[in-house]
């Protein structure tokens, strides 16, 4: 099947710094990327939608400046959080549309960030 | 209201059991609907589509009531393998829009 890497697993880092959280499609092109929020206990909330070679279109509450997304090719997407708060730990999931198998998504392994 | 809602479980069942997961979704207009199951830190993974004839595969069946806007999951004869959050899922545009989540319903099946 295919496989959808995310990059790194986890990371912790001080408060202020940016993070950069990278969204591979191993096996397949994947024209549209999309970005995932999940808090504990809460459901996955859907933070932005990535087009290769154009803007990301973010959701409503979420600060583009703040959540910077590249999709640069089609099977790279990055999201940067930048100037961290704690307010910001989450887990991070990006899932990628088979631009052939159209209708299916999948998923990233997830990245765990902490800030402290 | 949330756009899908899910029965908040947790649902703590023995070995063999059968039970089922309920969804209500808000948009008339969703098109396609899924169920996945969530391992505790883990990323969500497909395990059936849902269509109006209802389907099945293996142990899970899964119903679709649009009238109603109501979504159904059926797990016969439980594993202790089945233990996880499930969550119901809609999309509203095949084409361009992505996934919207329920909260999910935890199952915990114990010997």
């Known amino acids: 099947g295919a496989v959808v890497s995310q990059h790194p697993s986890w990371v912790i880092c001080k408060s202020g710094t940016s993070v950069k959280i990278e969204c591979r499609s191993l096996?397949?092109?994947?024209?549209?990327m999309f970005w995932y929020r999940q808090f504990p206990k809460q459901s996955l909330m859907l933070m932005a939608t990535?087009?290769?070679?154009?803007?990301?279109?973010?959701e409503q509450g979420v600060e583009k400046d703040k959540f910077l997304i590249n999709h640069a090719s089609l099977t790279l997407s990055t999201l940067t959080v930048t100037s961290a708060h704690p307010e910001d730990s989450s887990f991070y999931i990006c899932?990628?549309?088979?631009?052939?198998?159209?209708?299916?998504?999948?998923f990233g392994p997830g990245t765990r960030l902490t800030v402290l | 209201r949330k756009e899908v809602e899910q029965d908040p479980g947790p649902f703590n069942v023995p070995e063999g059991a059968t039970v089922a997961f309920n969804c209500t979704y808000s948009?008339?207009?969703?098109?396609?609907f899924f169920w996945y199951r969530q391992d505790c830190r883990k990323e969500p993974k497909l395990l059936m589509s849902?269509?109006?004839s209802g389907n099945e595969d293996g142990r899970f069946t899964a119903q679709l009531n649009r009238a109603s806007q109501y979504i159904s999951l059926l797990i016969r004869d439980s594993k202790l393998s089945d233990s996880a959050t499930y969550l119901c899922?809609?999309?509203?545009?095949?084409?361009?829009?992505?996934?919207?989540f329920g909260k999910g319903t935890t199952l915990s099946v114990s010997s």
């Open positions: 948009n008339s207009a969703s098109q396609s």
């Open positions: 899932s990628a549309r088979d631009r052939v198998a159209y209708n299916e998504q999948f």
């Open positions: 096996d397949f092109q994947a024209t549209t």
């Open positions: 899922v809609v999309t509203t545009n095949q084409a361009g829009t992505a996934l919207i």
């Open positions: 849902v269509y109006s």
């Open positions: 990535s087009n290769e070679g154009s803007k990301a279109t973010y």
